[in-house]
């Protein structure tokens, strides 16, 4: 049964840290990851990608660069969201995503499979 499943979310004051996690079912070695987000009276929106192997590549959303960190341990199938420095405005619903294409970025159309999303609240 294919699913991706997140954990870690929670309520954090602002400047705080947060890591989310997301396990894969099967081996995503060769998957391009993403981490998207719904803040309530939002769209969904692309906050971190991770290309697939090789080359792995990462690209942020403007608003999250340099705060947080998309990585990967392959030998678990799962995918890390570290969210330091974090504000109010990162609050949402977040949710990890799988796509066998590369280079997708956040093209949502892209993804083959999605979590059930993990909430986290910034006060």
């Known amino acids: 049964h294919v699913q991706l499943v997140e954990s870690g979310g929670g309520s954090m004051q602002a400047g705080g840290s947060l890591t989310l996690a997301c396990a894969a079912s099967?081996?995503?070695?060769?998957?391009?990851m993403a981490w998207f987000r719904r803040a309530p009276g939002n769209e969904r929106e692309g906050v971190a990608f991770?290309?697939?192997?090789?080359?792995?590549?990462?690209t942020y959303a403007d608003s999250v660069k340099g705060r947080f960190t998309i990585s990967k341990d392959h030998s678990k199938n799962t995918l890390y969201l570290q969210m330091d420095s974090l504000k109010p405005e990162d609050s949402g619903m977040y949710y990890c995503a799988a796509s066998s294409g590369w280079g997708v970025e956040f093209d949502e159309s892209a993804y083959n499979y999605w979590g059930q999303g993990t909430q986290v609240t910034v006060s």
């Open positions: 991770l290309d697939s192997e090789p080359g792995g590549t990462t």
């Open positions: 099967w081996n995503t070695y060769s998957w391009s």
